[in-house]
């Protein structure tokens, strides 16, 4: 079991930044893969980003390649989204997953942090 808790979310405008801070406890933080995920007003949640559990490997989607980096430090049970050149169609909900890896996968999710990009 483990609880994840999403920080680093707020407003901003076109072309910032922001650092999306995701802190785990309960846990053995290295045995997951994280990622993040975002959800818009009246839209599925879409994966952003996923890292393995050594740091080693990273996914981004198509919509962020280049812009957003996914990292994690396992002495800190924390992973992270560092945002840049933000964009409207960036705003949404950032959801933390973390995922089980063996015989038997299950995810956790955080609670969400709020990212909102004004043009």
């Known amino acids: 079991h483990v609880q994840l808790v999403e920080s680093g979310g707020g407003l901003v405008q076109a072309g910032g930044s922001l650092r999306l801070s995701c802190a785990a406890s309960?846990?053995?933080?290295?045995?997951?893969?994280m990622g993040w995920f975002r959800q818009a007003p009246g839209k599925e949640r879409d994966v952003v980003a996923t890292?393995?559990?050594?740091?080693?490997?990273?996914y981004y989607a198509d919509s962020v390649k280049g812009r957003f980096t996914i990292s994690r430090d396992n002495a800190k049970n924390t992973v992270y989204l560092q945002m840049n050149s933000l964009k409207p169609e960036d705003t949404a909900v950032y959801y933390c997953?973390?995922?089980?890896?063996?015989?038997?996968?299950?995810?956790?999710w955080g609670q969400g942090t709020q990212v909102t990009v004004s043009s």
């Open positions: 309960g846990g053995t933080f290295s045995s997951y893969a």
């Open positions: 890292i393995s559990r050594s740091g080693g490997g990273t």
């Open positions: 997953k973390a995922s089980s890896v063996g015989t038997v996968s299950y995810d956790y």
